[in-house]
């Protein structure tokens, strides 16, 4: 079955850095576009980037030139390096794919804070 585990996430500091990381299995990840969303409390899930199985990526206008998506075809890695954080970059971070219909990872939170 489609798995997709997130970790990576912590408490860090504004202006600091994360790496997020998903290991995707039970499907063929090469084929798949992928995408990273968030959810802050209170707020709507929201897609942060996204990345096509060729490796055409977009971003959310507010994590523009900050963070950067990627993918490791040959490990089913998706990754999410997260540059510049800001406060209200906190929130729990998911790996989304579309086989059939949408899966979701169970997400790891990022707390950004001073």
């Known amino acids: 079955q489609v798995q997709l585990v997130e970790s990576g996430g912590g408490l860090v500091q504004p202006g600091g850095s994360l790496r997020l990381s998903c290991v995707a299995s039970g499907f063929i990840f090469r084929i798949y576009s992928m995408g990273w969303y968030r959810q802050a409390p209170g707020k709507q899930r929201e897609l942060v980037a996204a990345?096509?199985?060729?490796?055409?990526?977009n971003y959310a206008d507010s994590v523009k030139g900050r963070f950067t998506i990627s993918r490791d075809n040959a490990k089913n890695t998706l990754a999410l390096q997260m540059d510049s954080l800001k406060p209200e970059d906190t929130a729990v971070y998911y790996c989304?794919?579309?086989?059939?219909?949408?899966?979701w990872g169970q997400g790891t939170q990022v707390t950004v804070s001073s």
């Open positions: 990345i096509s199985s060729e490796g055409t990526t």
């Open positions: 989304n794919v579309r086989v059939g219909t949408l899966r």
